[in-house]
């Protein structure tokens, strides 16, 4: 099937640092979103993005995170700075209609 | 809140047995119900999609929903070894939102 990937598998880092979660959405997708994953819980939507805009975000989408997609190119998750609590697997999906998501392998974050 | 939560946390079937997950809800206005499988590592496969009250197959994977009783059930047919994963129930309000909440999932081993 339909084939979205996610840079990199693994990213540890500083708590305080920047990170930028890059995700190659299928081609013709015009829908995005992203979910976290905190080991032993179930996985949880943060944001959708449509159009160049979010259209849509949970209370876990704090100010220090932000989305976009300059060009056309990886759909990103930045998180500035970073908290220990953000330590989780971050999994981006696309969608043609808004309706069948397709998942990326994801990518796992530790803050230390 | 949507809530969905999956039963049984863990199940072990025999090779060609059949294998019966369920999955409850808690909003009724709910429309949109999806089943993914994640083996170890990798990103969610799509198992089937379902819309409305009844049945729906998509190769070895059948999805019975139950709107009144608040379940969405998963019957794999003949199960095989590789299909041994994490399986998850993903519920979401149509296509105005694309926000999925998922369960927990069920953990599903298939003995040879």
């Given at each position: 099937g339909p084939k979205v990937l996610q840079i990199p598998s693994h990213q540890i880092i500083d708590m305080g640092q920047m990170v930028t979660l890059n995700c190659d959405p299928?081609?013709?997708?015009?829908y995005f979103y992203w979910y976290k994953q905190i080991l032993g819980q179930q996985m949880e939507f943060l944001v959708n993005f449509y159009n160049g805009k979010v259209m849509e975000k949970s209370k876990l989408f704090k100010d220090q995170f932000s989305v976009e997609r300059p060009d056309g190119s990886y759909f990103t998750l930045k998180i500035q700075p970073t908290a220990l609590e953000d330590s989780a697997v971050y999994f981006c999906a696309s969608s043609f209609d808004n309706y069948e998501q397709y998942f990326g392998p994801g990518t796992r974050l530790t803050v230390l | 809140q949507q809530k969905v939560q999956q039963s049984p946390e863990s199940l072990t079937v025999s090779e060609g047995a059949m294998a019966s997950l369920n999955c409850t809800f808690s909003d009724r206005s709910s429309d949109n119900f999806r089943w993914y499988r994640q083996h170890s590592g990798k990103g969610l496969e799509v198992l089937v999609s379902i819309f409305s009250d009844g049945e729906k197959e998509e190769g070895s994977f059948t999805a019975h929903l139950n709107r009144a009783s608040l379940h969405v059930f998963l019957h794999i047919r003949e199960p095989q070894p590789s299909d041994s994963a994490l399986y998850l129930c993903a519920v979401s309000n149509g296509a105005n939102t694309g926000k999925l909440t998922f369960g927990h999932g069920t953990i599903l081993r298939v003995h040879p």
């Amino acid at each position: 099937g339909p084939k979205v990937l996610q840079i990199p598998s693994h990213q540890i880092i500083d708590m305080g640092q920047m990170v930028t979660l890059n995700c190659d959405p299928v081609s013709n997708h015009l829908y995005f979103y992203w979910y976290k994953q905190i080991l032993g819980q179930q996985m949880e939507f943060l944001v959708n993005f449509y159009n160049g805009k979010v259209m849509e975000k949970s209370k876990l989408f704090k100010d220090q995170f932000s989305v976009e997609r300059p060009d056309g190119s990886y759909f990103t998750l930045k998180i500035q700075p970073t908290a220990l609590e953000d330590s989780a697997v971050y999994f981006c999906a696309s969608s043609f209609d808004n309706y069948e998501q397709y998942f990326g392998p994801g990518t796992r974050l530790t803050v230390l | 809140q949507q809530k969905v939560q999956q039963s049984p946390e863990s199940l072990t079937v025999s090779e060609g047995a059949m294998a019966s997950l369920n999955c409850t809800f808690s909003d009724r206005s709910s429309d949109n119900f999806r089943w993914y499988r994640q083996h170890s590592g990798k990103g969610l496969e799509v198992l089937v999609s379902i819309f409305s009250d009844g049945e729906k197959e998509e190769g070895s994977f059948t999805a019975h929903l139950n709107r009144a009783s608040l379940h969405v059930f998963l019957h794999i047919r003949e199960p095989q070894p590789s299909d041994s994963a994490l399986y998850l129930c993903a519920v979401s309000n149509g296509a105005n939102t694309g926000k999925l909440t998922f369960g927990h999932g069920t953990i599903l081993r298939v003995h040879p």
